[in-house]
């Protein structure tokens, strides 16, 4: 009777252990991956969409490490994610662990114009413009047709946690239009486009934002370009809306310069003392910058 008593006992310690082990392989944490957009300065066109099928995160080390975050294929109007706008992209559990690459595949890119006109350019078809580095720590993949993100720190996902990024695509520098027509420097027409993705993925966890009005004496101003600088070097920019209002968001911690330009506008050096020397940025910040321009008659 006490050996029976015994070998039950010794099962039973052993399922607990058992069940102990497969809760600790099987802690999961949560990634977030948003969409946004750095605008283009036409204001010809109504769309400049990306068709985004599947994303993945992995480790350099180990390509059998790679979780799919979303293999929904997604097209996203990228004029539409501007000055704060984003569009989540994924949000999945995935386990925990040390990832580094981000793994994005994007089958086709589209832009509309105001006069109807339409051109596609399908990178399963034309594959990818250029070779090598795009940005700093992004590589086309040409062996799985993918733009590979090499993250600056390995991303750690913890049992009950929440990781948010940003992927910011400059549409300015990814869409390189062909044959462009111009009458009176206003672009009118082209032939076409070729895709040169070009984009920066952002920790939110370490980035904040910076917002504020273009305006003059008489009012706010739209379609004002509003930029920071790193280094002397341009990090990003965005365009004031119809209200004249702006936001750069996913701005890392660093020191940044900013400026803005307008046509017939120049910046008035009455109450932009603020904007003149350097900005430091720090995780989860928000820096409001106001531009007070006047005429450059």
Known sequence: MKNIKYFLIAIIGIFAISCSNDNTASTMGTLSLELTDAPMHYDQFTSA??????????????????MTLTTTPMTYN?????????SNMANAEI?????????????????????GDSFTYNMNQDGYSG?????????LNNQNRSI??????????????????????????????????YDNNMMMNMSGFTFKP???????ATS?????????????????????MQNGILYTSTHSNANGNYALIGIPEDAYTIKT??????MNPIGNEQNMGKMNMMSEATLNVDFNMMASD
């Open 131 to 139: 070779s090598g580095m795009i940005q700093n720590g992004m590589m």
């Open 148 to 181: 590979d993100f090499q993250l600056n720190h390995p991303l750690t996902i913890s049992n009950g946690t929440m990781s948010e990024f940003l992927l910011d695509i400059d549409v300015d520098q990814s869409f390189v239009l062909e044959d462009v027509a």
């Open 261 to 266: 330009e307008l046509d017939g506008y120049i």
């Open 208 to 228: 904040g934002t910076i917002s504020g009005t273009v305006q003059d004496a008489h009012g706010n101003l739209p379609n004002a370009t509003v930029s920071i």
């Open 78 to 86: 990228l004029l539409e994610l501007v000055n704060g706008m984003t």
């Open 198 to 204: 070009t984009m920066r993925f952002v920790d939110m």
């Open 49 to 66: 969409s990306v068709t985004i099928d599947k994303v993945e995160i992995g480790n350099s080390q180990n390509a059998n490490s790679f």
């Open 95 to 115: 386990p925990s662990g040390d990832y580094d690459l981000m793994r994005l595949y994007i089958s086709s890119t589209e832009m509309d114009m105001l006069n």
